[in-house]
């Protein structure tokens, strides 16, 4: 009689049934990885591989047409009796029962309501053995009767379970208790048309499995927010929020175009043109809302208030903080990244940041999307920062109450006009071992937010993480600072010290003026030793402007170069042995800076000068250039004092330690030994106290001759 119309029932039937047990298959997977054996959990499980079983025993029956219904029953008997046996477990739970507005003890109302349901099971079950295998039209009254008694009785416990669970508490079965109160009113419905009109409507009965498959995410995200119940479900919240999203756009543009087919069937001669422009606009406006900050803040903080157990999910949240706050790459100032790590979290659009100073205001250090407010410094005695220093809470600036619910009439801060009028809603501390760093005030939340301890935590908590980061960062700069300025007092020692020196050999030809005025060797040497002179102090100028030591790297020749320093030196003490005349001397060439070689070997020579003092007429200072492989050794040797293995090893090259009390500076040999080795030679030290020293300068020679 039906003809084409039963067949495509049969057909979307067959499909749903396919569609309900991908459903099932893939939560009672999920139910399944996360049991861990406690038997609300195993129970749950059992209902979910029950419903796949049912599932799949509903295509066997709509490939046979019908033939195999009576398995099917009994399948979709045992899983509500699993279903009535999970929720006695958790009624069996509830400390006070009221019934009629009379408390009951729990046992035993949990007795009675099991003896009802074991016969309600049973008898519905050996109702459908026994007809199961007569043809279903013929049956009806008794198999539905059945199905009927267990509808009445699955509600009357859910209705039970969720009035006698403390309010508190509720928001744990909310879904659960959804998902199976809608398969059982619709079950109730289905059977009481049945047995009113004696026949099963096939549309309805092709509809079961829709309804069953549809309830299925809301028994996973029970499962999620009961993890007593041993079941560790993770369900993504980003996951949920995209399906939300889906399903309501679907939802959107499946009304609109029934509005669209309307429009089309009435609208006469305009119809197709509204039409097209009618679902034009409502697709523009779909994205608009898609596509609205608002909009998408207000459903993620939907989906995080009303399907999961905590509001935010902390893994992703402190990634994303992290994130922001240390990402190098962002064009933002670090403190700007600050203020909006923490709007990320409450979904703020701007905010700004409030330091502490070292006088104890807090002074404006930056603002995120917003313009500069009227007001950039609040006093340490504000009544705003007194309290803040006091209570330490997170503050709604809108009801001038500490969010942490600690707050009271007495406890209101005073909030400065500029920062109550505006649109600013969160002050954030930010606490850094136990002190005020400073605080930022975030503005109002795209989607309405009334803070809880859950929001108040995390604010803290990344508070806190934010304060930390601010201080190690200012903590960088000031030592970088401090590096400069050490660069800069480093410097100035070594330039200080090349001064002494200068100094020291324009005395020395000041004391010796009046005695050898008239000898024109003498004058000779003067006026060399002063345009030497010349040429290092304006070396030193040179680098005193740049703020750097210049260097001017070339071949430079050895025995020239020791030849000079000899000469400057002639006349300050020791007697100075040197053969200039030895034809291997001009042979070597080092690739150095002249002036800086040069006042190496100049520093080693004064030192073996000043050792030999006490020496008087004995005192001998000798200076050998020595090839040795591809060094050429500048060795100095004096017959002076001496010095112990001890002082070398722990004090000679130490900088800033002296044995000439005020005259000397302590830098000159480590000086030394820092640029003979920056240009990849060595020193050598060899002495023995009382007898005197052996410096060895090992210089790298690039060429022996100037060709």
């Not at 560790?232 to 029934?258: C, E, K, N, P, W």
Request: charged share 20%.
């Amino acid at each position: 009689m039906c003809g084409q119309g039963c067949d495509a029932l049969v057909n979307l039937t067959f499909i749903a049934f396919i569609v309900c047990a991908v459903a099932y298959l893939f939560l009672s997977v999920v139910l399944l990885i996360g049991w861990k054996g406690k038997k609300e959990g195993g129970i749950l499980l059992l209902v979910s591989i029950l419903s796949l079983a049912w599932s799949i025993s509903g295509i066997f029956v709509a490939v046979s047409s019908g033939k195999l219904v009576a398995i099917s029953l009994i399948v979709e008997g045992l899983r509500n009796a699993a279903i009535i046996a999970f929720l006695l477990i958790l009624l069996k739970k509830v400390t006070s029962v009221v019934i009629d507005g009379e408390h009951v003890k729990p046992s035993s109302y949990y007795c009675w309501m099991l003896a009802v349901s074991v016969l309600v099971v049973i008898y519905n079950i050996a109702i459908d053995i026994i007809t199961g295998f007569t043809p279903l039209i013929s049956s009806v009254t008794p198999s539905m009767s059945g199905h009927l008694a267990i509808s009445v009785l699955v509600l009357a416990l859910l209705e039970q379970l969720y009035r006698n669970t403390a309010s508190e508490k509720r928001w744990g079965i909310k879904y659960i208790s959804l998902a199976f109160a809608g398969i059982f009113v619709y079950e109730f419905y289905l059977y009481a048309d049945s047995l009113l009109f004696n026949r099963i409507e096939a549309g309805l009965w092709g509809a079961r499995p829709w309804i069953v498959a549809v309830v299925s995410p809301f028994i996973a995200v029970s499962a999620a927010r009961n993890p007593k119940w041993s079941l560790d479900v993770y369900v993504s919240r980003q996951a949920v929020f995209h399906t939300a999203t889906l399903i309501g756009a679907g939802v959107y543009l499946l009304l609109m175009s029934i509005a669209g087919f309307y429009i089309k069937k009435y609208g006469g001669d305009w119809g197709t043109v509204a039409q097209a422009v009618f679902v034009f606009a409502a697709i523009m406006v779909l994205l608009l809302i898609m596509l609205s900050g608002k909009t998408r803040s207000w459903l993620r903080v939907t989906v995080n208030k009303h399907f999961f157990n905590y509001k935010y999910d902390y893994r992703e949240e402190w990634i994303r903080f992290n994130k922001t706050l240390t990402a190098l790459d962002d064009i933002l100032p670090i403190r700007s990244r600050a203020i909006k790590s923490l709007a990320q979290i409450v979904e703020s659009p701007a905010g700004l940041f409030f330091k502490k100073e070292q006088d104890g205001d807090y002074q404006l250090a930056a603002n995120w999307n917003t313009a500069l407010p009227e007001i950039d410094i609040i006093h340490r005695d504000d009544p705003l920062a007194l309290f803040v220093k006091e209570k330490e809470w997170v503050i709604d600036l809108q009801d001038k109450v500490g969010a942490n619910k600690e707050g009271s009439q007495e406890n209101k801060p005073v909030i400065a006009e500029p920062l109550k009028n505006g649109d600013y809603r969160f002050l954030i501390p930010l606490l850094n071992d136990s002190e005020i760093y400073g605080f930022i005030i975030l503005n109002e939340p795209r989607s309405s937010l009334n803070l809880n301890w859950e929001d108040i935590d995390i604010l803290k908590t990344a508070g806190s993480q934010v304060a930390s980061y601010l201080a190690q960062y200012d903590a960088n700069d000031q030592l970088t600072i401090a590096r400069q300025f050490e660069a800069y007092n480093r410097l100035s020692t070594f330039v200080i010290h090349d001064l002494k020196n200068l100094v020291g050999q324009l005395t020395l030809l000041s004391a010796n003026s009046k005695k050898f005025r008239h000898n024109e060797e003498f004058i000779d040497d003067a006026f060399e030793t002063v345009e030497n002179s010349v040429d290092k102090m304006n070396h030193l100028l040179e680098q005193l402007r740049s703020g750097i030591e210049k260097k001017v790297v070339g071949r430079v020749n050895i025995g020239e170069l020791i030849g000079t320093v000899v000469q400057l030196r002639k006349g300050a003490g020791a007697s100075i042995e040197y053969d200039g005349s030895n034809s291997s001397a001009d042979s070597y060439y080092v690739s150095a800076d002249k002036q800086e070689l040069a006042a190496v070997v100049e520093h080693i020579l004064q030192n073996a000068l000043d050792a030999t003092l006490s020496m008087k007429d004995k005192a001998v200072v000798k200076i050998a250039i020595i090839p040795r492989d591809k060094f050429v050794i500048v060795r100095i040797e004096d017959n002076g004092e001496g010095m112990s293995r001890e002082f070398i090893r722990d004090r000679l090259f130490s900088p800033f330690d002296t044995t000439k009390g005020d005259s000397g500076m302590g830098v000159g040999v480590y000086q030394a030994r820092e640029y003979i080795t920056r240009i990849g030679g060595r020193i050598e030290v060899n002495s023995e106290v009382g007898v005197g020293t052996e410096f060895n300068l090992y210089l790298p020679f690039t060429v022996t001759s100037e060709k």
